[in-house]
C-alpha cells in the first residue's frame, strides 16, 4: 500500500488551510476536505438545479394525476393551475406534423387551445391531429 510522505509541500489545503504533505500537486489534505469545498463551491448552483428538478418533477405529477391512466386528455387551465401546475416549467418542445407546439414535462405533453382548455397526453399524438381531436370532442364547430 503507498504511503504519503510527510514532507509539505509547502501549500494549504484549499478548505481547512492545513499544511498539504504529498504530491506537490495537491490541493486537499484529504478525500473530506476536497468534498467539503466543492460542496460549498456549487451550493448555489445545486440548489438552483434542485429547485428546477422540484418543479418538473411536481409538474409530472400533476398530468400523471389527471390523465389517471387515459392517454390523452382536455383540462382546464383553472384544473392544472388548482392542481398546481406551473406553466413555465418544462424540459424541451415537440412539434406535431399539423403545426401545433407541445410542451414536453419528460415524456407528458401539453399545449394551450381556446377557452383555456389545454390538451394533455402521455406522448405527442400522431394518429390524430389535433384539429380531428378537438372536432371530436365537441370544441370545434363541424
Not at 509547502?10 to 504533505?21: D, M, R, T, V
Not at 383555456?116 to 370544441?139: C, D, N, W
Amino acid at each position: 500500500m503507498f504511503n504519503e510522505p510527510s514532507v509539505s509541500t509547502g501549500k494549504a489545503c484549499l478548505h481547512c488551510k492545513e499544511p498539504i504533505k504529498g504530491r506537490s500537486d495537491k490541493k486537499f489534505c484529504n478525500d473530506a476536505c476536497r468534498s467539503g469545498f466543492n460542496n460549498i463551491k456549487y451550493a448555489d448552483y445545486n440548489s438552483h438545479v434542485k429547485k428546477v428538478n422540484q418543479r418538473l418533477k411536481s409538474n409530472y405529477k400533476v398530468l400523471q394525476s389527471l390523465l389517471n391512466n387515459e392517454h390523452a386528455k382536455w383540462v382546464s387551465e383553472a384544473t392544472l393551475a388548482a392542481a398546481g401546475f406551473q406553466f413555465q416549467f418544462y424540459t424541451h418542445v415537440q412539434l406535431h406534423p399539423d403545426g401545433a407546439l407541445f410542451k414536453m414535462v419528460y415524456n407528458y405533453c401539453y399545449t394551450a387551445h381556446e377557452r383555456s382548455m389545454y390538451y394533455i397526453a402521455k406522448s405527442v399524438p400522431e394518429h390524430l391531429t389535433v384539429g380531428q381531436f378537438k372536432e371530436q370532442r365537441g370544441l370545434l364547430p363541424i
